[in-house]
């Protein structure tokens, strides 16, 4: 069986954000095994797994992620959008636009610690489209 939804998040601001329960609220009932893919429709913006639990673990990775692509570079030419608009596409190449969680027992398999972060990358990125597709039986 394979199942496909797409869904807004809804708009946060700028930084790392635990989703994992407002994904599952968009999502079907879960087969007892397969696969989950999500997929975020936009190129400033990107979707991860981490830590769930320390909120420092959030406000550090926007931390390490501003020092590794700083804004106002001189060198940038992509700047009608906004200083934020550059720095925030190579952010989310870095991150990436899709994730694979495993399904078992209708659940999903993540670690203990483990959640779905959106790495929301502009000042004001609005909400962000998934499309999320279930393989399973």
């Not at 879960?30 to 095994?33: D, E, R, S």
């Given at each position: 069986m394979i199942q496909q939804t797409t869904f807004t998040l809804?708009?946060?601001?700028?930084?790392?954000?635990?989703?994992?329960?407002?994904?599952?609220?968009?999502?079907?009932a879960?087969?007892?095994?397969g696969l989950l893919n999500l997929f975020i429709q936009h190129t400033s913006a990107g979707l991860s797994v981490n830590e769930n639990c320390d909120p420092d673990v959030r406000s550090d990775m926007e931390k390490i992620f501003n020092n590794l692509v700083r804004e106002r570079e001189s060198w940038y030419d992509h700047t009608l959008e906004g200083w934020d608009d550059m720095p925030a596409h190579a952010k989310s190449s870095l991150v990436g636009a899709s994730l694979s969680i495993p399904i078992t027992d209708?659940?999903?398999?993540?670690?203990?610690?483990?959640g779905?972060?959106?790495?929301?990358?502009?000042n004001h990125g609005g909400g962000r489209r998934i499309v999320a597709t279930i393989l399973g039986e």
């Open positions: 809804r708009a946060r601001a700028r930084g790392f954000h635990l989703v994992t329960d407002e994904v599952l609220s968009h999502l079907p879960l087969p007892k095994t209708g659940r999903l398999n993540l670690g203990t610690w483990q779905i972060y959106l790495c929301e990358f502009r």
